[in-house]
């Protein structure tokens, strides 16, 4: 009966179809855009239909992409970026946790600033904002990174101190900073508070201390990435090409997350000040790759990015090995998700329920090699065809060879039973073969080893491998930073230790 009604009601030809059984991929229509308006992405698994990616149908520009380590995140983020450049001209920001874009930047001509190397970022800059929004936006940091908001009154004396520092220097607090005035650090903030302090007339002088003791960890020498005059100019931030930010050489994630936040809050101001565009296509693209305590943090400028980034051609991708460090409100809200391999069951049962998919979508991305992904896309109409479907592989320029190590022989039957320990690790030709050399193996036993290992399909077991790295002349400390740096607990650390003979 309601299937009589459904179908008199859908009475086209490709809703029938639709409606009776539903096919396994968008239509050609929806996956082939315009070349000279779209960016190639990769062939579609079931009907091999070249796709192409553009936000024009869909709700937002933003991309999330999660996958188990090694499975082709970042790859894909850089082919992303590239192709948007030629067919958009787009800019890109990364904001680079580990480190892992710089030397990729670097060759493709881009800009790379590192605090580890001499670069510095005032947080007080203004870039033409108003001195009153730049306050509360380093409260805010501040309140996401440190303990204030549970003490009123140091947030308080910390917040007047920073405005002042801006009126002593000559500004307007409710009035947009003009260009090339010099600005107050964090060093002129803490003066300030110390001055209070020794004049010896506040009530409180312990919140004072306290105060001034939670700002001077951003400003001691040596540390003082924050509270110096900026190497960049932020103001060009947004419209200087290819820019890596990287943030693997400040000294823990506290600094990390301070840049960060602070990078995305100047890039908001600077979206909203320039308005709307009139023009096709993507003015920046803002990734954010592991950041994970600015992409989780509700307070955090991220999730501003996405609810507005549309409207200023403004586009974020975040990416990340854990789907749950990414906000809900960003990962419900992005146009476009990539689903590359995930393992543990707790991340596929959260991408399962906020995106949907089926079982047999699940199965498959258990199953995925390095860059095979499921693509999801939220279209701004309603649509009768599947939003999920899967990609052969993401189509970037480098050759894959791909190489396995196994570690099944060292779990336990309970553990293989219980399925949370991933099974094997995936790594690209060049990867392994770095990792290699982090080992100190010489060039002659790295080649005998790759032999061996390409004689047996490219696949080795665990105990194997690590027995081979010991004879090609490998250390101990070494291979266990090597075993860390997968993520393997240390008691499985324990056993492949002991069971390769040491
Ligand atoms: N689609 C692909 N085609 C060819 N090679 C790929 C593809 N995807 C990834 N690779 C290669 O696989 C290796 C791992 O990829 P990548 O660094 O992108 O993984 P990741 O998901 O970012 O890992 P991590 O979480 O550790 O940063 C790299 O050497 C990369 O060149
Ligand atoms: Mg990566």
Known sequence: MTLLRLQHIMSNEIAKRTFLSRPPEPPAEVLLNDPFQSLFIGTTKIFKIPFTWTYSNLTNPHIAVVGITGSGKSYFVKTLLIRASYVWNTNAIIIDWAGEYKAWVKQSGGVVVSFAK?????????????????????????????????????????????????????????????????????KDVISLLEEKLQEGTYEYPAELENAIYRLRQFAREGEDFFARKSTIDLDKLSASGLVDIDLSGLPDEKFRALAALFILQ??????????????????????????????????????????????????????????????????????????????????????????????????????????????????????????????????????????????????????????????????????????????????????ALFKNVDANGRMIKIIDFIQELKTSGAQNMPIITFLKSLSLDDTIITRIMARSGS
């Open 266 to 447: 100047t890039l908001k101001e600077k979206m909203r000040s320039e308005g709307f565009a009139e023009t096709k296509g993507l003015k920046a693209l803002v990734v954010l790759d592991e950041a994970w305590k600015v992409a989780s943090d509700e307070k955090s400028d991220a999730i501003m990015i996405v609810r507005e980034g549309r409207k200023y051609q403004f586009g974020l991708i975040v990416a990340s090995q854990n789907p749950t460090d990414i906000h809900e409100a960003i990962f419900s809200n992005v146009g476009t998700s990539f689903i590359l391999r995930i393992k543990f069951e707790k991340f596929m049962n959260y991408l399962q329920g906020s995106l949907n998919f089926s079982d047999f979508m699940r199965g498959e991305i258990g199953r995925f090699g390095v860059g095979q992904a499921a693509v999801e896309m939220a279209f701004q109409t309603a649509i009768r065809f599947p939003e999920t479907f899967l990609l052969e592989r993401i189509h970037g320029e480098e050759p894959l060879h791909v190489y396995t190590v196994d570690i099944s022989d060292i779990l336990t039957q309970s553990e293989l039973a219980a399925g949370i320990i991933q099974r094997d690790y995936q790594f690209e030709q060049d990867e392994l073969n770095t990792k290699l050399i982090e080992l100190n193996i010489s060039s002659d036993n790295i080649i």
């Open 118 to 186: 001499g670069d510095f970022l005032n947080i007080m800059d203004l870039a033409g904002m108003k001195p009153l929004d730049r306050t509360k936006q380093i409260i805010n940091s501040f309140d996401i990174l440190t303990d204030v908001s549970q003490y009123p009154e140091q947030k308080r004396l910390t917040e007047e101190a920073i405005e002042q520092s801006y009126v002593n220097f000559g500004f307007v607090p409710s009035e947009k900073a003009p260009p090339g005035k010099e600005v107050p650090t964090l």
